[in-house]
Protein backbone atom coordinates (compact mmCIF):
# COMPACT_ATOMS: atom_id res chain seq x y z
CA UNK A 1 0.00 0.00 0.00
CA UNK A 2 2.85 2.39 1.11
CA UNK A 3 4.50 1.45 -2.40
CA UNK A 4 1.45 2.32 -4.21
CA UNK A 5 1.16 5.78 -2.36
CA UNK A 6 4.63 7.10 -3.47
CA UNK A 7 4.07 6.21 -7.02
CA UNK A 8 0.64 7.51 -7.38
CA UNK A 9 2.61 10.79 -5.27
CA UNK A 10 5.49 10.53 -7.57
CA UNK A 11 2.82 10.41 -11.08
CA UNK A 12 1.22 13.17 -9.22
CA UNK A 13 4.62 15.56 -8.66
CA UNK A 14 5.55 15.00 -12.31
CA UNK A 15 2.28 15.94 -13.52
CA UNK A 16 3.08 19.40 -11.53
CA UNK A 17 6.06 19.84 -13.12
CA UNK A 18 5.16 19.63 -16.74
CA UNK A 19 2.21 21.70 -16.09
CA UNK A 20 2.13 25.64 -16.57
CA UNK A 21 0.10 27.68 -15.01
CA UNK A 22 -1.34 30.66 -17.50
CA UNK A 23 -1.98 33.68 -15.96
CA UNK A 24 -4.93 35.85 -17.32
CA UNK A 25 -4.57 39.49 -17.39
CA UNK A 26 -6.67 40.55 -19.96
CA UNK A 27 -5.88 43.91 -21.74
CA UNK A 28 -8.76 46.04 -22.53
CA UNK A 29 -11.51 44.36 -25.03
CA UNK A 30 -13.95 47.38 -24.99
CA UNK A 31 -16.52 48.22 -27.72
CA UNK A 32 -13.78 50.20 -29.67
CA UNK A 33 -11.67 47.44 -29.70
CA UNK A 34 -14.62 44.68 -30.83
CA UNK A 35 -15.75 47.44 -34.05
CA UNK A 36 -11.84 48.43 -34.77
CA UNK A 37 -11.13 44.64 -34.98
CA UNK A 38 -13.77 44.10 -37.14
CA UNK A 39 -13.17 46.89 -39.04
CA UNK A 40 -9.62 45.90 -39.62
CA UNK A 41 -10.99 42.47 -40.85
CA UNK A 42 -12.92 43.29 -42.86
CA UNK A 43 -10.62 46.15 -44.78
CA UNK A 44 -7.47 44.07 -44.52
CA UNK A 45 -9.22 41.04 -45.18
CA UNK A 46 -12.79 41.43 -46.71
CA UNK A 47 -13.66 39.27 -44.29
CA UNK A 48 -17.28 40.79 -43.00
CA UNK A 49 -17.91 39.47 -39.59
CA UNK A 50 -20.56 40.08 -36.85
CA UNK A 51 -17.88 38.72 -33.82
CA UNK A 52 -13.91 39.44 -33.98
CA UNK A 53 -13.53 35.78 -33.76
CA UNK A 54 -10.81 33.27 -35.56
CA UNK A 55 -10.12 29.77 -36.29
CA UNK A 56 -6.68 29.20 -35.18
CA UNK A 57 -4.44 27.55 -37.57
CA UNK A 58 -1.25 28.89 -37.04
CA UNK A 59 1.07 29.98 -33.95
CA UNK A 60 3.35 32.83 -34.50
CA UNK A 61 6.22 33.56 -32.10
CA UNK A 62 7.49 37.51 -31.37
CA UNK A 63 9.21 39.17 -29.03
CA UNK A 64 8.40 42.50 -27.63
CA UNK A 65 11.85 44.33 -27.62
CA UNK A 66 10.44 45.98 -24.67
CA UNK A 67 12.45 45.94 -21.48
CA UNK A 68 9.89 45.01 -19.13
CA UNK A 69 7.00 42.89 -18.07
CA UNK A 70 4.85 46.27 -17.37
CA UNK A 71 5.89 47.82 -20.23
CA UNK A 72 5.21 44.97 -22.97
CA UNK A 73 1.73 44.94 -21.17
CA UNK A 74 1.12 48.92 -21.82
CA UNK A 75 1.97 48.37 -25.01
CA UNK A 76 -0.82 46.35 -25.72
CA UNK A 77 -3.91 47.34 -23.23
CA UNK A 78 -4.93 50.37 -24.95
CA UNK A 79 -7.87 50.37 -27.54
CA UNK A 80 -6.17 52.15 -30.22
CA UNK A 81 -2.53 52.31 -31.79
CA UNK A 82 -0.93 55.74 -30.06
CA UNK A 83 -1.00 59.22 -31.93
CA UNK A 84 -4.02 57.52 -34.24
CA UNK A 85 -5.94 60.43 -36.39
CA UNK A 86 -9.78 58.90 -37.03
CA UNK A 87 -9.63 61.45 -39.79
CA UNK A 88 -6.98 59.02 -41.47
CA UNK A 89 -9.16 57.18 -44.20
CA UNK A 90 -7.44 53.27 -44.71
CA UNK A 91 -5.34 53.66 -42.09
CA UNK A 92 -6.80 51.37 -38.64
CA UNK A 93 -6.51 52.48 -35.27
CA UNK A 94 -5.97 49.06 -33.78
CA UNK A 95 -3.44 48.48 -31.59
CA UNK A 96 -1.60 45.70 -31.82
CA UNK A 97 -1.71 42.86 -29.21
CA UNK A 98 -1.12 39.20 -28.81
CA UNK A 99 -2.82 36.43 -27.51
CA UNK A 100 -0.08 35.60 -24.41
CA UNK A 101 3.11 37.04 -23.37
CA UNK A 102 5.46 35.42 -21.62
CA UNK A 103 8.04 37.04 -18.99
CA UNK A 104 11.42 36.63 -18.45
CA UNK A 105 11.44 34.57 -16.02
CA UNK A 106 8.67 32.05 -18.12
CA UNK A 107 5.53 33.31 -16.20
CA UNK A 108 2.88 32.81 -19.13
CA UNK A 109 0.33 35.40 -19.36
CA UNK A 110 -2.79 35.23 -21.34
CA UNK A 111 -4.22 38.61 -22.66
CA UNK A 112 -7.27 37.67 -24.27
CA UNK A 113 -9.20 34.54 -25.73
CA UNK A 114 -7.73 32.82 -27.92
CA UNK A 115 -9.84 32.55 -30.38
CA UNK A 116 -10.69 36.58 -30.80
CA UNK A 117 -8.52 38.00 -33.72
CA UNK A 118 -5.38 39.87 -32.40
CA UNK A 119 -3.10 42.33 -34.42
CA UNK A 120 0.35 41.05 -34.36
CA UNK A 121 1.14 39.47 -37.87
CA UNK A 122 0.30 41.21 -41.34
CA UNK A 123 -1.85 39.04 -43.67
CA UNK A 124 -2.46 36.42 -41.28
CA UNK A 125 -4.22 37.61 -38.04
CA UNK A 126 -7.20 36.12 -39.19
CA UNK A 127 -6.03 32.70 -38.55
CA UNK A 128 -2.96 33.07 -35.97
CA UNK A 129 -2.46 33.04 -32.15
CA UNK A 130 0.03 35.15 -31.21
CA UNK A 131 2.87 34.65 -28.56
CA UNK A 132 5.03 37.60 -27.26
CA UNK A 133 7.91 37.36 -25.30
CA UNK A 134 8.87 40.10 -23.17
CA UNK A 135 12.93 41.31 -24.37
CA UNK A 136 14.64 40.18 -27.14
CA UNK A 137 16.92 43.00 -27.05
CA UNK A 138 20.78 42.74 -27.44
CA UNK A 139 20.65 43.82 -23.43
CA UNK A 140 17.74 41.44 -22.81
CA UNK A 141 17.88 38.20 -24.84
CA UNK A 142 15.16 35.57 -24.59
CA UNK A 143 15.73 33.49 -21.86
CA UNK A 144 15.96 29.57 -21.71
CA UNK A 145 12.51 29.78 -19.30
CA UNK A 146 10.90 32.01 -22.07
CA UNK A 147 11.45 28.87 -24.70
CA UNK A 148 10.28 26.05 -22.35
CA UNK A 149 7.16 28.16 -21.70
CA UNK A 150 6.61 28.44 -25.86
CA UNK A 151 6.96 25.02 -26.28
CA UNK A 152 4.37 23.90 -23.88
CA UNK A 153 2.22 26.90 -25.29
CA UNK A 154 2.29 25.63 -28.48
CA UNK A 155 1.82 22.18 -27.18
CA UNK A 156 -1.27 23.41 -25.44
CA UNK A 157 -2.59 25.35 -28.55
CA UNK A 158 -2.38 22.40 -30.56
CA UNK A 159 -3.82 19.94 -28.63
CA UNK A 160 -6.42 22.29 -28.13
CA UNK A 161 -6.95 23.79 -31.85
CA UNK A 162 -6.33 22.39 -35.61
CA UNK A 163 -2.82 24.32 -35.32
CA UNK A 164 -0.88 23.81 -38.93
CA UNK A 165 2.05 26.12 -38.56
CA UNK A 166 4.23 27.37 -35.85
CA UNK A 167 6.25 30.35 -37.51
CA UNK A 168 8.40 32.97 -36.01
CA UNK A 169 7.62 36.81 -37.33
CA UNK A 170 10.18 37.27 -39.72
CA UNK A 171 8.67 34.30 -41.53
CA UNK A 172 4.80 35.80 -42.04
CA UNK A 173 6.08 37.15 -45.94
CA UNK A 174 6.75 33.41 -46.51
CA UNK A 175 3.00 33.05 -46.90
CA UNK A 176 2.57 35.88 -49.76
CA UNK A 177 0.23 33.47 -52.17
CA UNK A 178 -0.69 30.91 -49.82
CA UNK A 179 -4.39 30.53 -49.31
CA UNK A 180 -4.18 32.01 -45.43
CA UNK A 181 -2.53 35.23 -46.73
CA UNK A 182 -5.54 37.43 -47.37
CA UNK A 183 -4.09 41.12 -46.98
CA UNK A 184 -5.20 43.50 -49.86
CA UNK A 185 -2.64 45.76 -50.02
CA UNK A 186 0.17 44.31 -52.02
CA UNK A 187 2.08 47.37 -50.45
CA UNK A 188 1.93 46.86 -46.36
CA UNK A 189 4.44 45.35 -45.05
CA UNK A 190 6.95 45.53 -42.84
CA UNK A 191 10.45 44.31 -42.11
CA UNK A 192 10.54 41.87 -39.19
CA UNK A 193 13.56 39.97 -37.42
CA UNK A 194 12.28 38.29 -34.07
CA UNK A 195 12.17 35.98 -32.08
CA UNK A 196 15.19 34.97 -34.14
CA UNK A 197 15.10 31.68 -35.88
CA UNK A 198 16.91 29.84 -33.57
CA UNK A 199 14.61 30.15 -30.84
CA UNK A 200 12.12 29.29 -33.60
CA UNK A 201 13.73 25.99 -34.67
CA UNK A 202 14.12 24.76 -30.82
CA UNK A 203 10.24 25.21 -30.63
CA UNK A 204 9.16 23.35 -33.46
CA UNK A 205 12.10 20.62 -32.54
CA UNK A 206 10.86 20.43 -29.17
CA UNK A 207 7.13 20.02 -30.75
CA UNK A 208 7.52 17.82 -34.08
CA UNK A 209 5.35 14.99 -32.89
CA UNK A 210 2.19 17.54 -33.67
CA UNK A 211 3.76 17.65 -37.35
CA UNK A 212 3.17 20.68 -38.84
CA UNK A 213 3.50 21.93 -42.10
CA UNK A 214 6.58 23.19 -43.65
CA UNK A 215 6.40 26.84 -43.76
CA UNK A 216 6.39 27.78 -47.41
CA UNK A 217 9.21 28.64 -49.54
CA UNK A 218 9.15 31.69 -51.73
CA UNK A 219 10.28 30.52 -55.75
Known sequence: MKKISLIVFALALGACSTKKEIVDIPIIFDEQRIELTKEYLLNRYKLDQDTPEITPKMVVLHWTAIPSLKKSFEAFNRSTLPNWRPDLVNVSGLNVSSHFLVDQDGTIYRLMPETTMARH?????????????????????????QLKSNIYLVKYLASKYNIDYVIGHQEYTLFEGHPLWLEVDDGYRTKKTDPGMDFVEKVRKATKKFNFKPVPTKQ
Not at 126 to 145: D, F, R, S
Open 121 to 145: TIGLNHCAIGIENVGGTKGMPLTKQ
